[in-house]
């Protein structure tokens, strides 16, 4: 009552003015609380930064945000289940999507192959599965045995270092397509997270039936590889897949070779040391 009658006596113009900025901020967002992004340092006056998307405020840890979490992980419309769902389907398009339209629906593909291949070295582990799909074998130990060795209990690495040299194959193999080497290891890293749960697997169907099933399941992971990398150019040219398919096995060569040429000039380097200090002791 006393606003109106102060408008009342003011000038229609005056009091235009007035009414509209009464009607135009609201009291409560003359009061409203202004805070700092912990994040990237941006003021923030609404719940999340616009800047980074940091919320305001982080929600204490219960009961509700570990099932939250759970869900999210499970959740067949994004998360694990969902890549791969996808990547099991239709894996050259998923990943295009990946890189030109969402970032936010797939794992990220290196946490991915890191899980993916801890997924099956704890299943070919706890199983007591020997077989990888790759193996060395020696009579004596070595700088060479102690390599493959490392590979086959350290898949996770070790397929991101094999991933380099397959997508180094790629690059001219597939040079009319314009993907630079880390678009290539991040397809690999897909792929090839794919092909560590196909192993797993077989790995798991190998204990239960009691048949050996892993030389199976690698030549399966080999296939998909091949099948995947070529929908990912270009799924209606045959071509494609073959050359997806050199390429990979070229880089899985690759690999192969130059850890055992590592272990070899190791090897040779200390037996070549050890001669040496005992000829001076002599």
Not at 134 to 163: C, D, P, R, V
Not at 187 to 216: D, I, N, R, Y
Not at 267 to 276: E, M, P
Request: proline share 2%.
């Amino acid at each position: 009552m006393t606003n109106r009658f102060v408008l009342s006596i003011l000038p229609q113009s005056v009091s235009d003015l007035v009414e509209l900025s009464m009607d135009t901020y609201p009291a409560h967002t003359l009061t409203q609380t202004v805070s700092e992004c912990r994040n990237c340092g941006n003021t923030i006056d609404e719940n999340f930064c616009s800047r980074c998307g940091q919320p305001a405020t982080l929600k204490r840890i219960n009961g509700h945000y570990i099932v939250h979490e759970i869900e999210h992980v499970l959740h067949f419309e994004r998360g694990l289940l969902y890549t791969i769902k996808a990547l099991l389907l239709k894996p050259g398009q998923t990943i295009k999507s990946f890189f030109s339209e969402d970032r936010n629906r797939l794992v990220k593909p290196i946490i991915f192959i890191i899980v993916t291949s801890a997924i099956y070295s704890i299943t070919s582990g706890a199983l007591h599965i020997e077989d990888g799909y790759i193996k060395f074998s020696e009579q004596h130990a070595s700088a060479t045995g102690a390599i493959f060795k490392w590979i086959q209990s350290h898949y996770g690495y070790a397929n991101l270092l094999m991933g380099a040299f397959i997508a180094m194959w790629m690059k001219p193999i597939f040079r009319k397509y314009d993907y630079n080497f880390f678009e290539l290891l991040i397809v690999l890293c897909f792929v090839m997270g794919m092909g560590m749960l196909v192993l797993a697997v077989f790995a798991l169907s190998e204990k239960l039936s009691g048949t050996p099933l892993m030389q199976v399941g690698s030549y399966l992971f080999i296939l998909y590889a091949g099948w995947a990398i070529g929908q990912f150019y270009d799924k209606h040219r045959a071509a494609n897949y073959v050359k997806a398919f050199v390429a990979y096995l070229l880089g899985m060569l690759s690999f192969a070779l130059v850890a055992l040429a590592i272990g070899v000039t190791i090897d040779f380097a200390i037996r070549h040391s050890n001669n040496f200090n005992f000829s001076v002791a002599f």
